[in-house]
């Protein structure tokens, strides 16, 4: 098994320089230089760490893989230089495990490979993201296909990916929870409306960097497409959100780690008058103090709950999975904050990533559902063990 | 006088519906439409509302022009529209009170009537902020010339400036507070060399809407350039703070008055689940009460310290100019956080002003001194008037 | 109209001096000294300052009376010694409100005149509340008397109080809001039992400086003795929340700003090694510095509150109201907690009124509604006006 | 090795049913009571769990004493009545470790035995308890004594205590972290004064739950009585902090574990309307999500910390020492407040423990050293390592 620093060694010394470039150009002129990196690592055996052995990855436990994920973190371009980024992780975990073996020869294993893109069309804009069973979008089953007609957007990494799942209404009479099916649909099928890529946070980005905006007008795909069985979208969703969660937030800790990192350095080395660093502030102090017992607990938090769902499953450790949802999402919050602010204007530019990660990874408390339909998620749950009724 | 309704209403007409533009392209294409608006408000008496009668202003008093202030705060063109945008309103004042005739003449009176740009250049990236009679740059006596050579960054509108006002030290061997001197640079005098846009947030901008770094290679200028006495340098930045603190805090209250009623309509409107909508949440609640109370609360503060400032003069109100620094910056980042937590998705996009504004004014809390000096400043003079002696 | 200063100096030179006594002896203890205090009070013509003229008092305004409360608050037995503590005061001015001739001359004259003490009996320990329209006490009519029966609590300062005002409901079948009545009642009348002072934060109080938990078990009092008309309980009790809650809030800042005091004169003088004091550690200054501004801006809050209540009346000042019962519950909280930490083991002891504010104020969030359903109320009002229907 | 379900069982059966009287009784009165449980303790093979058998305890670890103190902190008595109570356990720990012969068998044999009490007179009221090294107590050798003059107080558990370990200075010249020494002073001895029990938060307390103020006028103990060597007693000191900061940290979140319980099944039964609960509010909800994420993560890093101290000695795991005082203080202060907020006007109450843990355990973020103490210690060694220079 490969070792975190292993991953580090190759980040610092071939990620880290490409940094400031990935910070001023469009992801697009990127791809080229990082495409011999991903060769290199898949040279160095470092290649996909989460997938079997068997696919041409390492295998890693989710636990182990938990460890790694960390480490990735720590570069904005981390997680893609080993195949292991969102959203193409969750639509390998998913393919491998609920994709028929024509799905897998099809899409996964190009996937695996490295030489083809991904995407995953769920939200929509005119209905709220906390409310995953409430759609518009619909796959209407015509002979041996789906006929596709729909409106998502914030489909990140659509611009340049080779195919997308959809998730559609596949019978709007069934229960809330089965109305849905995960279907695998070509990007370049017609009727696949590329509307734009959705200006976030000041950038419109490019290619893998992006959130895009898509409209299903009549998309013809045939039924062997739909993963798993009918009605089983929001089940197999479910499903992704737990090593999903994981992955997600052992990225924010990685984010969290180095810009905690970043700070130390700039508090230790950056003089506020002769003779005097920015460190000797106690202001600063207390931030580094209270940011090193945010990140040490909620990293042994995720890791706990990684354990449990490698052990018992992602329904037992479903409260887990929701707790660290919000919990890492503040603490990396947080830490961000206070790195940009030892930082000073330099905190504000691009000439370190820190202002990257605080305007992306706002996000981190509204994606995958926003923090409050976790909190009362686990709540009721939790609510519902000390004798409360379900009520609404 | 007219009332903050005038400009509301010019706003709604004119400035709202440029918005999308505004968030989408480059500052300099919108200008050429700009400088019509800006026509239009001369033409309705709203032009220049801080400036004398006599200078084509509408003479308003501190407290007065503090309410203006925060409606046009409410859009992020709203001070550019009527000339009292920063650093432009700082410099207009500063050669108002102590430039002599020719400065007025060459340089205030084309800035008021809007023909040309200013910027303010006093930052240095090598030093920190925080400790403003710190720098490196100079401004060397020969025969009746400066020679000024040094090394500037976030001189914000620098693009397209027709001057600068360059703090830069005349005296090295004077007290620190007494090393530094302002003098005018014409940004076209041979030496001025501006280095870039600093890519700021995802953002380099351009023209007005820009942060940029600038080398000063022995640029000469006459000693008649110079603002006030030699050595007045720090002086005088410390005078423009006390108003130059108002309008600032008062904008900040019109983007969180602008944030909250953003929220509010999306709160009441989007629906969440068929029939029942967002604000009926709790949680959207008790954000909308309490940022209620704090904005309401904070302009109260603001508008308290501007009346001193009127009534006894910046140095009686000095306390209260450092405590509304970092109590409106804190009220804006967490209205403007909440405000996009409720807008979800839509929240990080910039089909809103939200993201904006929470990027670009994650730097309230930086410039013009990092909250953590004022909150040191004030208080050691709260506990110095307690009677702790000095130290250090 | 006597000045704060007066207050102050009156509270300095007889209260400070009693308050290790109040802080470590009964209350009851306490009665005499402070009865030849109330005395001095009358004869340097301070007593019951919110009272008419007409009825001995000083005929202040209700802003001229909330910025001698701020003063008063300053020392926990403040209020008491000039006539003007809860709930004796929000008795008082229902009683001259709404009392008939009858039950003037009987119970507000003495009130009045500091002869006699009396309580407000509302809470019950079965029901929420903050649900005030939820009770179980009922008052029903035999003839000419209410014979009255239920058990309440938390009714503040009933040991020793000569008359009670009770919360009964008087028609069960009206609509909630309707339902209940407000009635005096002698607190000697056969069947009101005492069952205990309630021990509160590790004290159970005697006299005024308590909370009783009462039983009415048919006790019988003339129908005259109810104030308004029947089923106006809750309206009257409406009533007396506006003023109620500035002399709530104007309290509290005046116990925040005698902490600040005692904060800042701690830190100016504690050393924590030979020659430096507790005041030069940084993260002591910006408690300081954030102290200042939120005391006084919550403060020019409530002040506004109170003007606008004075103007428009209670009901077009609502939800200034509704703000500052959270928002200044809140600031007292987070001074008193800073203070204490400057004061260490110091600000755990009863050697300072600290830590009995920080024990008993911590009821701030708690009573006259929890804070909870107040942010809620206000926003509910906020929301609809923005279009969203009511709902539940 | 007994499970920490034992330990509960033995609590809920035995300890929770005398919570009422401890809150409402002198802990004087209780104490013939748990002598009985304490006999009972050992006969069911619980006593002394961190002891070692061949001292009559059960042997464990650290980490695993960590788990059963975790359930002990679910009452205010668990630990008395296991004899693993502050400040017996730091001190049999100590002698245990650096005891002579001598000393073992005539004060801790019978400490060990539960057969006395004892205590640690080190914080002096005229010395920052946040400067370990700073105080002023004497103890001057003549002949084969030492003469003890000095000022102490919150001497926890003084009152009927069998001895005190004083800190005194030993040798003034010596470097600051080499003057005092620790050593055994007899209460009865000639010269102890006992001043008070100090009322703290409203309560004097008595024996054990006490808190007292000590005065050493020329007390003379023989030289044998010191523990280890002169001038050791501040290294002393710090060792005993290591297993030390576990026990408090782990009793801390034993409080936040019960407090939580009591949020939730207050939350889950407490009507506020009829057939509406508490629980079912989405605040009250958010609050039960926030303190089950952060109670674990908090558990996870204090059990972590343990382990490293087992493994590697206090010394490589200082860090972690640090970090856990504040951050669990913090932890278990927010788990209270909100506990408290739902019980409503009961939390004010002694009816349930809440009201007690709330007004005295917010001395958890001041005792062993203020927060501010540890969290500047702990980022000065992380700036150290960074390459910040020591400085002052």
């Known amino acids: 098994m490969p070792l975190p620093s292993q991953y580090r060694t190759f980040l610092e010394t071939h990620a880290h320089p490409l940094e400031r470039e990935f910070l001023s150009k469009p992801f697009r002129d990127l791809v080229p230089q990082l495409a011999k990196l991903r060769e290199q690592a898949k040279r160095e055996h470092l290649w996909a760490p989460h997938l079997p052995k068997s696919h041409g990855g390492l295998g890693l436990s989710l636990p182990e893989f938990a460890e790694i994920s960390a480490v990735l ?5 981390g ?23 024509e799905q897998k020869a099809k899409w996964f294993e190009p996937l695996a490979r490295g ?6 069309a769920m939200t929509e804009p005119e209905f709220a993201g906390s409310n995953p069973v409430w759609m518009d979008t619909r796959a209407v089953r015509e002979g041996g296909e789906y006929v596709i007609t729909g409106h998502k957007w914030f ?51 490019s290619d893998y960097a992006s959130h895009a905006e898509l409209r299903f007008e009549g998309v013809r795909v045939p039924v062997t497409n739909r993963i798993g069985d009918e009605g089983a979208g929001f089940a197999l969703a479910q499903e992704r959100l737990g090593p999903g969660r994981i992955h997600h937030c052992m990225r924010w800790l990685g984010i969290s780690e180095r ?31 209270e940011c090193r017992a945010e990140i040490d607990a909620a990293k042994l938090l995720v890791l706990d709950v990684a354990s449990r769902i490698e052990r018992d499953g992602a329904h037992a450790a479903r409260d887990g999975i929701s707790l660290i949802k919000f919990h890492v999402a503040g603490v990396l919050q947080r830490v961000l904050d206070r790195a940009i602010q030892v930082h000073g204007a330099l905190g504000m530019t691009d000439d370190t990533p820190l202002a990257y990660w605080y305007r992306h990874e706002r996000g981190a408390r509204i994606y995958d559902g926003p923090d409050e339909v976790h909190k009362s998620a686990v709540a009721k749950r939790i609510l519902g063990a000390a004798g409360m009724k379900r009520h609404g």
Not at 79 to 101: K, M, V, W
Not at 260 to 268: E, H, L
Request: with cysteine.
């Open 73 to 77: 973190g720590e570069s904005p371009i």
């Open 79 to 101: 997680h893609y230089l080993f195949n292991c980024n969102a959203p193409d992780i969750g639509n390998q975990e998913l393919l491998l495990t609920h994709g028929s073996a």
């Open 155 to 205: 489909t990140s990494s659509a611009d340049g990916a080779a195919f997308t799942i959809v998730m559609a209404v596949t019978d709007p009479d069934a229960p809330p929870h089965k109305r849905a099916s995960q279907i695998i649909v070509p990007m370049d099928a017609p009727g696949v409306v590329f509307v734009r890529n959705i200006p976030v946070m000041g950038e419109q980005g």
């Open 259 to 289: 810009a905690f990192r970043m700070m130390v350095q700039r508090a230790a080395t950056r003089e506020i008058a002769p003779g005097e660093v920015l460190g000797q502030q106690q202001a600063v102090q207390h931030w580094i103090a």
């Open 115 to 120: 030489e083809i893109r991904s995407c995953f």
